[in-house]
């Protein structure tokens, strides 16, 4: 990968009109109404369960979901705790043969959904009703699925290439999703989910490095190492020498170079699915930071969260970007 490339990340000014008190009041219903109104007994439960999920597991997921129309965001909130869901199995099991069981459960899961006949778990049945409402195609689902199945050997990928590819089966899969609940069917706009979910995707595996080092493991991608003769143990052990950030500002700029050509052709994209692609402002938020402390991964202002996410997303929204 060429070393010259570089991350360069979009500045926002901010109009001084602008302040946190001043945004309108979002609640986390899941209709868009005041929570007072919302539906009571095991139908608000579900979908109280995949909000709080996702306000825990998927913070910037959740901010943005908040951020679609009304008619979207339970069925987006749905889907991303869904992706909660298959994302955590690994981290939560022990052994490989428990995770194939939870994977296997939800891939029957999908299949009874599909024949209305969802088993009794919260997010199931929130998926299920999604499904209903918005013709949501199943192929997405159950690549999504598979790919996180693949994924429980626990092994880096052999190359940026597989890392993408893990990316698009999974963040963009998302993304497809997400769009469909915007009632969106453009091949713009499609093209767009899938270079965002790739960026998603490597911007996550760059996240997670201080976590998988802390228990000895390293999933980055293993040619991009071997080019800058960087070992999986030296991020084990935390070196901070030029070759480790020239591994990160590899990778980095790949999912950068993602997000740009994203952008490209964005007077393309119907501005219907601008909504479905808020959570950029969380990537270009992440690459700006991670440029900052020279790529650094273990830097600890990279574990800091920006109190000024929310308001940087709603004003995307407003000026109709992404």
């Not at 069981?101 to 299949?111: G, I, L, P, T, Y």
């Not at 290439?161 to 997400?178: G, I």
């Not at 293993?222 to 070196?239: A, N, T």
């Not at 440029?291 to 004003?315: A, C, E, G, S, W």
Request: a positive charge.
């Amino acid at each position: 990968m060429a070393a010259s490339v570089g991350v360069k990340v979009r500045s926002c000014r901010i109009p001084v009109a602008f302040r946190v008190g001043s945004l309108p009041e979002i609640r986390w219903s899941l209709s868009g109404r005041s929570s007072a109104t919302s539906s009571s007994g095991a139908h608000f439960e579900h979908g109280e369960y995949c909000l709080q999920l996702v306000r825990r597991r998927d913070h910037e997921g959740f901010l943005s979901s908040l951020l679609l129309p009304a008619e979207s965001r339970r069925a987006a909130l749905a889907l991303r705790a869904f992706n909660v869901e298959l994302a955590q199995v690994k981290d939560l099991v022990s052994q490989k043969d428990i995770g194939l069981m939870r994977m296997q459960f939800w891939k029957e899961a999908v299949d009874d959904i599909y024949r209305d006949n969802p088993p009794h778990q919260p997010v199931a049945v929130e998926l299920w009703k999604a499904i209903k409402i918005h013709n949501l195609t199943k192929m997405w689902l159950v690549r999504m699925i598979e790919e996180r199945e693949k994924n429980l050997d626990d092994q880096a990928y052999r190359t940026i290439q597989d890392l993408e590819t893990y990316a698009e089966n999974t963040q963009s899969s998302l993304f497809y999703l997400v769009l469909e609940t915007l009632g969106v069917k453009d091949i713009h706009a499609d093209h767009a989910a899938s270079h965002i979910g790739k960026a998603q995707g490597i911007v996550t595996c760059l996240r997670a490095v201080p976590y998988h080092s802390s228990r000895r493991k390293v999933f980055l991608p293993m040619d991009i190492c071997m080019l800058h003769g960087v070992s999986q143990e030296d991020f084990i052990r935390r070196r901070e020498e030029t070759k480790a950030r020239d591994v990160i500002f590899d990778i980095a700029s790949q999912a950068h170079l993602h997000l740009e050509h994203a952008r490209s052709f964005s007077k393309k994209v119907p501005l219907k699915a601008f909504p479905a692609f808020i959570q950029t402002v969380a990537l270009d938020d992440y690459l700006n930071k991670i440029r900052k402390v020279d790529f650094n991964i273990f830097h600890p202002n990279l574990q800091k969260k920006n109190t000024l996410l929310p308001l940087y997303m709603y004003i995307q929204k407003w000026k109709k970007t992404y």
